[in-house]
């Protein structure tokens, strides 16, 4: 069986102005946003719960989503919690300062 996983992603356009990399990481938002999948968007980076497949899948999307708004290059910084026994949710960690 496939339990829920975090992804905390993020992502950093590379040789870009602020304003055109803030669009570029608005364009990666709304692709996580279109993914279906629950998130967080916190200031540093975004947290996705899901299948770990279609969390993997949702980064090479965010990826593809961010070249078409203008990046052609992209730092990426990822936090992976995958239990094998059981889901991992993020309303667990955060939900009592809700």
Avoid at 55 to 73: P, R
Avoid at 74 to 87: A, H, P, V
């Amino acid at each position: 069986m496939e339990h829920t996983v975090n992804l905390a992603i993020q992502v950093l356009p590379l040789h870009l102005g602020q304003e055109k990399a803030y669009g570029i990481v608005d364009a990666a938002i709304e692709q996580i946003k279109q993914s279906g999948l629950h998130y967080v968007v916190c200031p540093f980076e975004t947290v996705i719960e899901g299948p770990y497949n279609k969390v993997m899948a949702l980064v090479n999307d965010i990826q593809d989503a961010c070249n078409k708004a203008g990046a052609d290059a992209l730092l990426i910084n990822m936090k992976l919690q995958r239990n094998f026994s059981k889901d991992i949710a993020i309303d667990d960690k955060i939900g009592k300062y809700k």
